[in-house]
């Protein structure tokens, strides 16, 4: 890679508690629907290319609390909504936040109260603050709701660390003392086809 891209991510420090902070807040937040477009996208990607720059561990912190601020948002609408009953979600229907066929696929799912129709209903597009809020008005037990937020967190986080990684080695793997661009663009080009092609799959499940 050249010295100034280097530089560059380098002086990136995905440990810094600010960001660490700001980080857990956005994936608090993102998990009430407030949407943050690309950002949790690129600071995992980000964090599995630098899991090929160094110490992979130094890069657990920012894992770490990316789950658990999405863990913290979700139980908050859980609980709001496990209080409020089926109100909430009826209410946030009627008013437009939630388009009413998201709403009722949410409640479908929710009924089924099973751990794993709700970690793959959290991976649909829309589906994610609906379900949360139908788990906790149909009152999923807590136990199977927080496990299926934590497997879906990790079905989320893991391939997009994982296009990092590619990433980084092929950035490692390039030749970048000569025609530097074409092969800018290209990696550029394989991180996104990449990510597309993981919310293809996902949009399909």
Request: with cysteine; net charge positive.
């Amino acid at each position: 890679m050249p010295s100034f891209a280097s530089e560059f991510v380098n002086n990136l420090n995905g440990s810094h508690p600010a960001f660490l902070l700001l980080l857990f807040a956005v994936n608090a937040v993102g998990e009430a629907g407030v949407p943050f477009p690309l950002v949790m996208q690129a600071v995992l990607i980000f964090a599995g290319y630098r899991m090929t720059q160094g110490n992979p561990l130094l890069v657990v912190p920012l894992l770490c609390l990316a789950v658990l601020g999405s863990l913290s948002g979700a139980n908050a609408i859980y609980w709001m909504s496990r209080y409020a009953g089926g109100r909430l979600l009826a209410g946030l229907s009627h008013w437009g936040i939630f388009k009413h066929r998201w709403a009722q696929r949410a409640e479908a799912i929710a009924e089924k109260q099973g751990v794993m129709a709700i970690t793959m209903a959290r991976l649909i597009p829309g589906l994610l603050t609906p379900v949360s809020v139908a788990s906790g008005g149909l009152k999923v037990p807590w136990a199977r709701f927080a496990a299926a937020v934590f497997l879906s967190e990790i079905v989320w986080v893991a391939p997009l660390v994982g296009i990092g990684v590619i990433a980084g080695h092929t950035a490692h793997s390039l030749d970048w003392t000569t025609n530097i661009y074409p092969k800018a663009i290209a990696l550029i080009a394989v991180v996104i086809a990449l990510y597309f092609a993981v919310r293809f799959f996902w949009s399909r499940i």
